[in-house]
């Protein structure tokens, strides 16, 4: 022992200290302990460091802390040291930072109010706990339940589970959900929904025993023990209900913060209802039983929603509305009786106002009279042995009567209605066992604590007691199991305390015994109590400062009660006078029962007579031989004394299951620990008791293989033996020296507290050695790869360096050489250079000094040669200024009116242009608005030609006259000569000569400013070209930007609606999935509501039927099926369900009704289904029609192309027919002779040339259709071509004309532009109308097309639904291929003309044959007839007229499917005979009686092999093989009734002699949803049955064996194993389920199942392993680490090899398992940075919210050196995944089945080949 104190208390050791404030705190030792020392040096977690002193006496250590890897264990007991700091310190771990509000404190479950609505009680958590064992799945309170449950129905023992813990608790909401459980898991014995009555039960409890308090807004005011009753085979039967102790105090008083019971509240709430106005009811603020505690509203809570519930919930429990209004009646009463004030008439005297409002309602709902009753409250009647008297009471007295008379009606009406719920709860089916829920009141204490505290305290002081000895049991029986030694465990026994209490002269012997005194009182009674037990017990005490006052020490605490009213509570007397003016009341014959109830009943509630001949406990004990005399009454304090007696004796009778409830804090915060309240608790309800005794022992326990696994580190090579057992025995010898310290036993090894810490910290210590060692190891080896890396890096840069260092200098070298030869070279060119440069200077001098000289002559002579010319032209100047002046004026003139003509011509040119501005704005566009832009720039640039063209018409003329000048000028001179002799003329002509100078000089000037204008316009006019060319380019610019957006636009439009129609088209696929999911489940309704009326008729006939020798058969009835059925069994039916008519009227006639009335509801659900699955395909259809007028003119080219497809053929056909009339023609005029016979030269060209022509045909036919598309194409092209192309190319730059023609052009030019664009409007116009009478025609197509589809449509709605869904893709594929139907019929017509004429030409060549022959057997001899051979022409060929029929008799209907569906085996068929045999052996039958046109026979025999087919798998339905085998076969009949319905979509697939096998006379279609609907309920009851299968094996398979060996530990817990509810079944692989599904796998495909069919169902598997592994590792801890992720990981992929290897790849399965894989990754990803948290986000799509968090807080390190999820990490992920919308739910639903359909698999299997086998018996079939 020292030892292993020293071992355990060293440095950085861990250990509890006592603290004020949080009860138990963390400290750490700083320094090693020694034996002498007396205090321990202690840091704490925030750093201080203390010194904690020992107790010199005792030394007791502090409490060493548990390894962080234990914190937050399922069980308590499992913890290595086992004392309240670890326990309190655990439950905390597990509620605040895991969630987690259930713990296993050995056989308890600890349960914590969270205070918040937690989604833990789903539907799908019950079923995941249904069946498992206790120790498997984490802590529930349906673990519990699922416990109880088994022990019943394995022990055939009854049970009870006993709930207990202080107000606020959570108690009733646990015995609530154990009751819940029962209901869900075991169901109901029989249809009257008892399940459901038993938990109706809850809410009217609540309403009328339940309250709100400062601790509890639910607060149970009683104590109630509910019996549940099973049959033998574990069905809820019905349900007993005693209670005890009502709290009828709170009817009359409420301390503040407090609620009366809820009733009265739901009543004030509702009274504005019509029904509830008689009442006279209002708000609770007006009530004085309602208002005292002021807090008339719970928060959350809707009080006239919940009255509705209980109102429902007294219905379904038989209640009548006339009843209830009476109880309402009753309360009502209460409230008014309350109200009544009484007052002072005198000191000893008191009154009623005589017209009080309250007590007249009061009297007016109950019935009585206001006169008695006002004279009662104020009166008391007194007898004496002689006479009576009536005595005034005062008013403190008559309230208190008033008040006595409120608790007394409601008390009786309390049991009252707990009486008929009682009998709404019993049935006549015998009582097999029972499982008991207690849910009572925890141990309580106030300031001030009364009589009711007495009670409740004595109560848990029995129940305590019962707790410690079952506990004791428990330890005693596992050691004697295990055959260890075991010595008596010291515990605490509190039966001193229940001496004290009940023992003879006890508390409540006195109690009794001073009621009884004629002048006993509360201070007598005390003084009593103080002589008593004062001196004599020590668990009794009396207070320092009160004399009406004592306390008790009970088992958790000591309690101080107060005297006052113990008396009159226990008494509980009223008015007897009060009660008979009650009874008397004749209106309310309710209230008159209630008091009859109490004198006629043995009990207040009454003893109900017990099923199964088990009589039940009542609720109190018997006073039914009550006499009058008060002496002979049973005091409350007794009755109760007798009721707790009678309870124990019922528990001690059952196995207990506690489940004691912690209430958190006193403020109702939801996840909040109150470390001290926890502790009080704790020690109140014995679960600290549990771990003192389990301490007390052996609380560790393992398996020796569990041992072995965990500490192998700890043994050495040799300590390993064979022998495991032995091995362990060694090893713990060697290890822990103490032998007392742990025991062997027979299983397993047990430990004392403490030595598994210890021999985990000598594992970690081994480890941790390991691990340096290999740290070591590994770093040096790191290390030395380090040094050798970088010495080879050194010499490798080395070696590079030094050759890079050689060929620099080598580079050097070259350079240096190469710089000598460049400067050589260099410097020879730079010498070259400057002398040629110097030779060049010298002769450019010489050059232009020579240049210069010769430049000057030649300046002198050209002046020279100037000056003449200068005279000449001077003089020639001179002559035709002359000249000039005389032509000025005409010239001016000529001009004036040549600028008016031109004014003229530009204005009829303006006026032309706006006419086409004018027009060309017709045109819209914006080419028209470039082209009004260039007419603009045309007409300025024809203003400025015409004044150009003025221009040059002056310089031509200037020109003219100039000429004309000089030839004047040359006459004048002539002239000038002549006058020379005339010198009077000189003057006169200088005087002409001057003013025709001045003219001149006018001239010049003049045409100077016109030239001037001109240039400066034409500047202008190219500045506007220019600024007009930019907004042109700008416009364009702007259309090709407009162009492009609308493209942009329309690509977008385009694709947005491709998206949506993508997105309605999805929505649409889902929503008819989801149809076919519900219709598939009301399949699956239906099919379950059939079976159990088989069964109850099975039962019926079986209890009723007895005489020998009679034979029974089962029903076959089927909602969806006709009324024929075959001869034998039909008869034998009808005489059963005469028999079962019989004794299910005489049992029970109400039952029928409600399976009758469950059918129609079924069929109305189904129906309303099939409407909206109608609805949905209008959408679908309607979306889908949309599409087609989309893609409408999409398909022009192709309608074109089938025009002249059927032309061309049509075009063929008629040449065909020219040609094959003009071969008839030719045949008949050679009928004579035997050309035309077959094999003659004739015949053989004949068909030649046939033969030539078809195949010339299809040539011809190619070729057209290749050359008509082509063209098609080209002219689509040519058109796109026209309509791309801008008229931009007739825009003429008449900036560039330079003379009048090039205007006149231009003119000219621009009429004919305005020409073209008037065509080209004309032609447009043509266009647009063209196209609008296109789109009119292809309206009128598509209001045809809508139509046909709306008639489509109607015919749809008329079938079921599978029907409909065919019939929709029908008329998809015929809508797709409508435009070729024509060419195909025409096609066919020329076909079916072609083998018509064919065989007309055969028959003509059989007749010349025949006429030939006939000519022979005239000349040859009866001899040679013989050895003559049969032509070919004539022999028969029988088999080809076997037409794939089978005919039978009808009397052999029976024996038909008797061999082919009842009696056969199907191992034998699938193995020996084609897949789908008996599926085509029953179609040829039905093709026969369809082909004999029988319709009785078709209807027989469809419902004969529906009705055996059903029969076959409910005898063998649990068989996979039988049930895949008919699933596979009833589809195939399906698709043979598809195949050969004659309908085209399914035809087009058979060859030419199937189609000559279609059913002739009668349509199928509703058959075929009826066989539909069979295969439906087939393939859910083959995927039950691999359910069933697969179960057992998933969460073995999958989480719990160890595919990867060594890879995950058992991890050190000690965990002592739950009981086990089942036997060991063997463990299963995950080898085990890839081989269940390989043989599932290769069963169907020996079956012939169809592909599509297989991979639904390996979909639907693959499912089931998925959601039942993560269920089962989201509901185990002990599963959720990093080490089972891998094993997960592992598992799934070899279940991907496995589809890999079946070629299943593509079937959806793989997806079905990503919520696994993506657990798997989240048990194996870092879980610590927002990094990770952002990656787990992205990363876990597939899982919820709730599944995440989960994982994350079941995540349990299996070894130190793994690190628990943080809670900020958590909350972080919470944080970022709030915006997600998705389910709650927590886990997946493993009963959902993916919704089936059965794709159409047409047979290539001719009928006629099928060989029928002689092992079927089937050889009166015969082979049409």
Known sequence: MNRELEYMFVERARVWIPDAEEVWKSAELTKDYKNDDASLQLMLEDGTNIEHKLDPKTKNLPYLRNPDILVGENDLTALSYLHEPAVLHNLKVRFMDSKLIYTYCGIVLVAINPYETLQIYGTDIIHAYSGQNMGDMD??????????????????????????????????????????????????????????????????????????????????????????????????????????????????????????????????????????????LSSANNFLYTRQGRSPVIDGVDDTKELCTTRNAFTLLGINESYQMGLFQVLAAILHLGNVEIKDRDSDSSIIAPNNSHLTAFCELVGVTYQDMSQWLCHRKLKTANETYIKTLPRLQATNNRDALSKHIYAKLFNWIVGHVNKALITNIKQHSFIGVLDIYGFETFEINSFEQFCINYANEKLQQQFNMHVFKLEQEEYMREQIPWTLIDFYDNQPCINLIEAKMGILDLLDEECKMPRGSDDTWAQKLYNTHLKTCSLFEKPRMSNRAFIIQHFADKVEYQCDGFLEKNKDTVNEEQINVLKASKKFDLLVELFQDGEKATSPTGQVAGTGGRTRLSIKPDKSRETSSKEHKKTVGCQFRNSLQMLMGTLNATTPHYVRCIKPNDFKLGFTFDPKRAVQQLRACGV???????????????????????????????????????????????????????????????????????????????????CIRIQKTIRCWLARKKYLRKRSAAITIQ????????????????????????????????????????????????????????????????????????????????????????????????????????????????????????????????????????????????????????????????????????????????????????????????????????????????????????????????????????????????????????????????????????????????????????????????????????????????????????RRTDSTHSSNESEYTYNSEYAELEEGSRAAEDVTRGIDTSLTLKLQKRLTELEQEKQSLRNELENKEDQFQRARARDDVEFKKARGAELEYESLKRQELESENKKLK????????????????????????????????????????????????????????????????????????????????????????????????????????????????NEVEALR????????????????????????????????????????????????????????????????????????????????????????????PIHPVNIPRREKDFQGMLEYKKEDELKLVKNLILELKPRG???????????????????????????????????????????????????????????????????????????????????????????????????????????????????????????????????????????????????????????????????????????????????????????????????????????????????????????????????????????????????????????????????????????????????????????????????????????SFIRTIQTRLRDRCESPQLLMDTKMIYPVTFPFNPSSLALETIQIPGSLNLGFLTRV
């Not at 040539?1259 to 082509?1270: A, C, G, M, T």
């Not at 797709?1376 to 096609?1387: H, S, Y």
């Open 799 to 1110: 070696r590079f360096t030094r050759g890079y260092q050689a060929r620099c200098l080598a580079k050097f070298m070259r350079r240096t050489q190469a710089a000598t030869t460049i400067q050589k070279y260099q410097r020879m060119c730079m010498e070259r250079k400057r002398y040629k440069q110097k030779q060049a200077a010298a002769l450019a001098m010489q050059t232009i000094l020579r240049g210069y000289i010769a430049r000057l002559k030649y300046q002198a002579l050209l002046r020279e040669h100037k000056m003449v010319i200068i005279q000449k032209i001077v003089r020639g100047w001179l002559a035709r200024c002359w000249y000039k002046r005389c032509l000025y004026s005409i010239v001016y003139l000529q001009c004036c009116f040549r600028r008016m003509k031109a004014r003229r011509e530009l204005k009829k040119l303006k006026i032309e242009a706006r006419s086409v501005e004018h027009f060309k704005k017709l045109n819209k566009g914006m080419e028209n608005k470039i082209m009004q832009l260039q007419r603009k720039i045309d007409a300025q640039s024809k203003d400025n030609l015409l004044v150009v063209e003025k221009l040059h018409s002056l310089e031509t003329s200037s020109t003219a006259e100039k000429e004309k000048m000089r030839n004047e000028l040359n006459r004048l001179r002539g002239v000038d000569e002549e006058a020379k002799t005339k010198t009077k003329q000189v003057s006169s002509l200088q005087e002409e000569l001057e003013r025709l100078r001045k003219e001149l000089s006018t001239t010049q000037q003049e045409k100077k400013t016109i030239e001037d204008w001109a240039q400066t316009y034409r500047s202008e006019m190219e500045k506007m070209v220019s600024e007009l060319k930019d907004q042109n380019g700008l416009l364009k610019k702007d259309k090709d930007d407009l162009n492009r957006s609308i493209q942009e636009q329309s690509q977008q439009m385009t694709e947005k609606m491709a998206r949506v129609i993508a997105e309605e088209t999805q929505q649409l696929e889902t929503d008819l999935n989801e149809e076919r999911s519900r219709y598939q489940n009301l399949l699956t309704e239906q099919r379950r509501l059939e079976e159990k009326y088989d069964d109850l008729k099975e039962r019926t006939l079986a209890s009723n039927i007895s005489k020998p020798g009679h």
């Open 1218 to 1329: 020219h040609n094959l009339a003009e071969m008839r023609q030719s045949l008949l005029g050679d009928a004579a002779t035997n050309s035309g016979a077959p094999g003659s030269p004739a015949y053989k060209v004949l068909l030649d040339q046939l033969n030539s022509s078809c195949e010339e045909l299809d040539v011809r036919k190619e070729e057209v259709l290749i050359l008509r598309s082509q063209l098609v194409s080209q002219k689509e092209a040519m058109h796109h071509k026209e309509t791309m192309t801008e008229p931009s190319v007739y825009v003429v730059d008449v900036s560039k004309l330079k003379d009048a023609d090039e205007i006149k052009q231009a003119y000219v030019g621009l009429k004919d532009t305005n020409r073209l664009l008037e065509h080209q409007l004309q032609t447009q116009r043509r266009g647009h109308d």
């Open 1337 to 1428: 025609g292809e309206l009128q197509n598509v209001k045809e097309e809508n139509n046909r589809q709306q008639q489509l449509l109607a015919q749809n709605l008329q079938l079921p639904p599978e029907a409909r869904i065919e019939a929709s893709l029908q008329h998809e594929i015929t809508r797709l291929t409508n435009e070729n139907l024509d060419l195909m019929e025409q096609l066919e017509k020329q076909d079916r003309t072609i083998r018509k004429l064919k065989k007309q030409l055969k028959v003509y060549s059989k007749r010349i044959g025949e006429m030939g022959a006939g000519q022979t057997e005239g000349q040859t001899s009866p001899g040679q007839m013989v050895d003559e």
């Open 688 to 770: 600290l008791e549990t771990i003192r005794i389990s301490a007390a022992g052996f609380p560790s326990r393992w398996t020796y293989q569990e041992f072995f696994s965990r500490y192998r580190v700890l043994m050495k090579q040799k300590d390993v033996l064979l022998d495991k057992k032995l091995t362990c025995r060694n090893v713990l010898e060697k290890l822990v020296e103490d032998q007392d310290k742990y025991q062997f036993g027979k299983t397993k090894i047990f430990f004392r507290a403490g030595q598994v810490a210890y021999l985990e910290k000598l594992r970690a210590d081994k480890l941790r050695v390991a």
């Open 139 to 280: 802590p529930h309170i349906f673990a519990v339940a699922e416990e109880a449950y088994k022990q019943m129905a394995r022990d055939e023992r009854n049970q009870s589970i006993i709930v207990s813990g202080e107000s606020g608790a959570g108690k009733t909401v646990s015995a609530k959900y154990a009751m819940r459980y029962f209901a869900t898991v075991s169901g109901s014995a029989s249809e009257a929904n008892v399940e459901e009555k038993v938990l109706a039960s809850n809410p009217i409890m609540e309403a009328i025993g339940n309250a709100k308090t400062t601790r509890n807004d639910n607060s149970s005011r009683f104590g109630k023990y509910i019996e549940i009753g099973f049959d033998n085979r574990y069905r809820i039967i019905g349900a007993n209900m005693r209670t005890y102790l009502l709290e009828k105090s709170r009817v009359v008083f409420q301390a503040d913060e407090e609620r009366n019971y809820h009733v009265f509240y739901q009543l004030c709430a509702s009274s504005h209802l019509p029904e509830f106005k008689n009442l006279r």
């Open 1469 to 1767: 068929v699938a193995v020996n005979l084609i897949p789908g045999l008996p599926a085509y052996v029953l179609f040829m039958c039905l093709r026969h009686a369809d082909y004999v046109n029988d319709d009785q026979k078709v209807r027989t025999l469809l419902t004969s092999t529906i009705n055996s087919i059903k029969k076959i798998l409910k005898k063998r339905g649990d068989d996979f093989e039988t049930v895949s085998f008919w699933l596979s076969n009833t589809c195939r009949f399906l698709h043979c009734l598809k195949q050969y319905s004659g309908d085209e979509a399914f035809m087009k697939h058979n060859t030419s002699r199937q189609n000559e096998h279609t059913l002739s006379n009668f349509d199928l279609a509703e058959y075929r949803q009826v066989i539909s609907d069979l295969a439906i309920q087939i393939y859910q009851q083959l995927i039950k049955c691999m359910e069933n299968i697969l179960q057992p094996m998933i969460v073995s398979g999958m989480l719990e064996h160890e595919t990867i060996q060594g890879v995950s530990g058992v991890k050190p817990t000690g965990l002592r194993k739950r009981t086990s509810s089942i036997a060991d079944e063997g463990t299963y692989t995950l080898d085990s389920i890839l081989r269940q599904l390989s043989a599932f796998h290769s069963t169907m495909c020996q079956h012939g199942t169809d592909p599509e069919l297989i991979k639904q169902v390996v979909k639907q598997q693959f499912y089931i392993i998925g959601a039942v592994t993560l269920n089962n590792l989201l509901l185990r801890k002990d599963m959720c680490s990093w080490s089972k992720g891998m094993q997960i990981r592992y598992n799934v992929s070899q279940l991907e090899e496995w589809l890999r290897d079946k070629g299943l790849m593509m079937c959806g399965a793989k997806e079905t398992l990503e919520p696994l894989i993506q657990a798997a990754q989240l048990l194996q990803v870092k879980k610590k940075t927002d990094e990770d948290a952002e990656a787990i986000c992205s990363m876990c799509l597939a899982l919820t919210t709730a599944q995440i968090v989960k994982v994350l807080n079941l995540y349990t390190p299996v070894n130190e050196f793994e690190e628990r999820v943080s809670v």
